[in-house]
């Protein structure tokens, strides 16, 4: 996959988060048409969660059945399963240090979009260490009305960079049930 310049990722991100607040808004009235950016990635619409209308948070594990891992597209990941609400839990789990993985996962969340762009980890947040995504995983409830920026710190940005492990999310109202 060809590497976005800073200017195609800026739009990719406008474009989701615009893409996130047109999902929340028109909610599941319009059909699975699918669309694509100028840069040849398509989208398909994400099925109707099965509690959309419910109150309830959701759980979800973030990459799915990957996990938290090097060389997963979470940006991709994000657009696919999102939107995400507000108290809703995004779980990472990823294995531990050891001899045979010598650059661990970890999981920061970056200060602003510029940081997020440039992996730069400098004024990150550790949010979960590199021995808390075992087990069942860390859990990060996003109860906060504000974009995050989630990054891994593995390799100092060099898994953010290259392996993509980053992906951003604006939490959204949730619609209460009628
Ligand atoms: C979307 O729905 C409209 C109205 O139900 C229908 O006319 C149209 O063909 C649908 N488009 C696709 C791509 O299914
Ligand atoms: C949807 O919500 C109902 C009632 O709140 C619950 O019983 C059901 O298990 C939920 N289904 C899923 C898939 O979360
Ligand atoms: C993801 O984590 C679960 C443990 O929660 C593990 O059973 C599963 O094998 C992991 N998947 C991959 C692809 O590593
Ligand atoms: C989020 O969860 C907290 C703690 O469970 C609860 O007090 C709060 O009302 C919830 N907020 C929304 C908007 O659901
Ligand atoms: C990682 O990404 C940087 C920036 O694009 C690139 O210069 C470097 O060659 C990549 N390293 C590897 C090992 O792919
Ligand atoms: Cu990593």
Not at 64 to 91: E, H, I, M, R
Not at 127 to 132: D, P
Not at 151 to 171: D, E, I, S, W, Y
């Amino acid at each position: 996959m060809a590497r976005l310049t800073h200017a195609q990722a800026l739009i990719l991100l406008l474009s989701a988060s615009m893409w996130a607040v047109s999902m929340a808004s028109r909610q599941h009235g319009f059909n699975n048409t699918g669309w694509s950016y100028n840069n040849g990635w398509s989208y398909k619409r994400p099925p109707c969660p099965k509690n959309s209308t419910s109150d309830t948070p959701s759980k979800i594990v973030v990459g799915g059945s990957q996990n938290w891992t090097f060389g997963v597209n979470y940006a991709n990941w994000a657009l696919k399963n999102g939107p995400f609400y507000f108290n809703d839990t995004l779980v990472f789990k990823y294995d531990p240090p050891s001899d045979t993985n010598i650059h661990p996962h970890s999981v920061y969340l970056l200060p602003d979009l510029w940081s997020f762009l440039k992996c730069d980890l400098r004024r990150a947040k550790l949010v979960a260490s590199e021995t808390q995504g075992g087990g069942d995983g860390f859990e990060f409830v996003l109860n906060s009305w504000q974009p995050h920026y989630f990054a891994c710190g593995g390799g100092a940005g060099f898994h953010c960079n290259n392996g993509t492990m980053k992906f951003f999310v604006m939490p959204m109202f949730r619609r209460r049930r009628y």
